[in-house]
């Protein structure tokens, strides 16, 4: 059974930094791309970033791009978002997801990490 955990949200003013986490278990099939989303209430869950797992070829939401960094360990398993000078749009529940290809579709995901950030 497939089993992301996100770890690294927290309540920031707006210009510090956090780093989430993502760590995955139990995947069998060969997981081609990963992604973090976010969400918040109302709105659709959007594309933050995503990577390939081999070549680690990304992508970025526009808001983003400068800010927002994201990496992965395949040894360990595990996913990281940094996300530097941060602003109060930022705020949402953000959400890791294993991913059919960089601009494919998410078929597995986290169980989110709050980010609030305050003016």
């Known amino acids: 059974q497939v089993q992301l955990v996100e770890s690294g949200g927290g309540s920031v003013q707006a210009g510090e930094s956090l780093k989430l986490t993502c760590t995955a278990s139990?995947?069998?099939?060969?997981?081609?791309?990963m992604a973090w989303y976010r969400q918040v209430p109302g709105k659709e869950r959007e594309l933050v970033a995503g990577?390939?797992?081999?070549?680690?070829?990304?992508r970025y939401e526009t808001s983003v791009k400068d800010r927002f960094t994201i990496s992965r360990d395949n040894a360990k398993n595990t996913l990281y978002l940094q996300m530097n000078k941060l602003k109060p749009e930022d705020t949402a529940v953000y959400y890791c997801?294993?991913?059919?290809?960089?601009?494919?579709?998410?078929w597995g995901w986290g169980q989110g990490t709050q980010v609030t950030v305050s003016s």
């Open positions: 997801a294993l991913m059919t290809a960089l601009f494919g579709s998410p």
């Open positions: 139990g995947i069998t099939a060969r997981v081609d791309a």
């Open positions: 990577i390939t797992t081999r070549s680690g070829m990304t």
